[in-house]
């Protein structure tokens, strides 16, 4: 089932609340006006804490993305001092999630293959 529009639902819950206001004659088998304005006044209320914590919230994400950018960069300063002062082959800077320069991978040509890369220029071989 879809999520529900709280504030649709609200404005809906106020239209029937206005006219049966007007109307004490109409009647539900289990729930009168009193009834209805007592449940409205909850979801009211939960509504505003709702709000509220999702203010919070948003908050505590702006503050936890902003601490996430600043230890960031201070692992990178870190690393790189670390890189510095204990070497580049060392176990402090791999521990610390460097790469060493023994552990990096060289890199391979392919094969070279003087027919296909003449036949891609357009020269020939006269």
């Excluded at 004490?24 to 509504?47: A, H, I, K, P, Y």
């Excluded at 690393?79 to 552990?103: E, K, P």
Aim: aromatic share 6%; proline share 2%.
């Amino acid at each position: 089932m879809p999520r529900l529009n709280p504030d649709q639902v609200r404005n809906e819950v106020l239209s029937i609340l206005e006219v049966w206001k007007v109307n004490s004659q109409f009647q539900l088998s289990d729930l009168n006006v009193e009834g209805l304005e007592m449940l409205f006044s909850e979801f009211d209320t939960l509504r505003r804490k709702e709000s509220s914590m999702v203010a919070d919230l948003s908050n505590v994400q702006m503050n936890l993305e902003a601490k996430t950018a600043t230890i960031r960069e201070v692992c990178i300063r870190a690393r790189a001092g670390m890189l510095g002062f204990f070497g580049r082959n060392s176990n402090q800077y791999s521990l610390a999630g460097g790469t060493r320069l023994m552990d990096r991978r060289t890199p391979r040509r392919g094969k070279n293959n003087s027919t296909t890369s003449s036949a891609v220029s357009g020269t020939s071989a006269q």
